[in-house]
């Protein structure tokens, strides 16, 4: 049984940061490409960052221009766990968090129905 689950979230001042974590079991996280969406308040979900594999052991990381140069994803592999390091937080950044599993690099990143697996969501609440 395939599982994520993501962590970290809570309630931080705009300017402060936060590092959510997914956990991942039931998949050889090495060969999957993860990613991060979000889900703001009444709004669809949406693409947040991509650790796509390329090959072998291999990642290359991709960001939607709203977080570009705030937020860094990375893994470690060996703890089956994915990361988000998120830094100078905006109230706009206030969303659900959601980790995503692809067993092949999406050929569209930010189409939710290319991801196989969806963890739980973590909340990400940014006040002014």
């Known amino acids: 049984q395939v599982r994520l689950v993501e962590s970290g979230g809570g309630l931080v001042q705009a300017g402060g940061s936060l590092r959510l974590s997914c956990t991942t079991s039931?998949?050889?996280?090495?060969?999957?490409?993860m990613a991060w969406f979000r889900q703001p308040p009444g709004k669809e979900r949406e693409f947040v960052a991509i650790?796509?594999?390329?090959?072998?052991?291999?990642?290359?990381?991709y960001y939607a221009d709203s977080v570009k140069g705030r937020f860094a994803i990375s893994r470690y592999n060996a703890l089956n766990e994915v990361y988000l390091e998120m830094n100078s937080l905006q109230p706009e950044d206030t969303a659900v968090y959601f980790c995503?599993?692809?067993?092949?690099?999406?050929?569209?990143?930010?189409?939710?129905?290319?991801?196989?697996?969806w963890g739980q969501g973590t909340q990400v609440i940014v006040s002014p």
């Open positions: 995503a599993a692809s067993a092949e690099a999406p050929v569209h990143d930010i189409d939710t129905a290319q991801y196989d697996y």
């Open positions: 039931g998949i050889t996280l090495r060969t999957h490409t």
């Open positions: 650790h796509k594999r390329v090959g072998g052991s291999v990642y290359t990381p």
